[in-house]
């Protein structure tokens, strides 16, 4: 069974930095599409930003320019790189993982933009 653990998540002020992690077991990383989503209290889980395989990467508008999604094969694990942070962006973050029917998710882990 695949596993997905996120890490990285806290607080932070308006403007700040996190990176979240994601380690997954075995070694899907190298060949499964890997992806962000999140979920915002009272909204739908939305994709924020995915890394295709065997290449290729797409944003959600609202974070192009700011977050980036970066896969490390050697180490089995996907990060997304978050920069400019801004209120609206706090939510619960989950990694995700798909190739064809096979789909899993993470347990998901808060970030929080706040002064």
């Known amino acids: 069974q695949v596993q997905l653990v996120e890490s990285g998540g806290g607080l932070v002020q308006p403007g700040g930095s996190l990176r979240l992690s994601c380690a997954a077991s075995?070694?899907?990383?190298?060949?499964?599409?890997m992806g962000w989503y999140r979920q915002a209290p009272g909204k739908q889980r939305e994709l924020v930003a995915i890394n295709s395989y065997p290449g290729g990467t797409n944003y959600v508008d609202s974070v192009k320019g700011r977050f980036t999604i970066s896969r490390d094969t050697a180490k089995n694990t996907v990060y997304l790189q978050m920069n400019g942070l801004k209120p609206e962006d706090t939510a619960v973050y989950y990694c995700?993982?798909?190739?064809?029917?096979?789909?899993?998710w993470g347990q998901g882990t808060q970030v929080t933009v706040s002064s």
């Open positions: 075995g070694r899907i990383i190298s060949i499964y599409d």
């Open positions: 995700n993982a798909v190739r064809g029917p096979n789909m899993y």
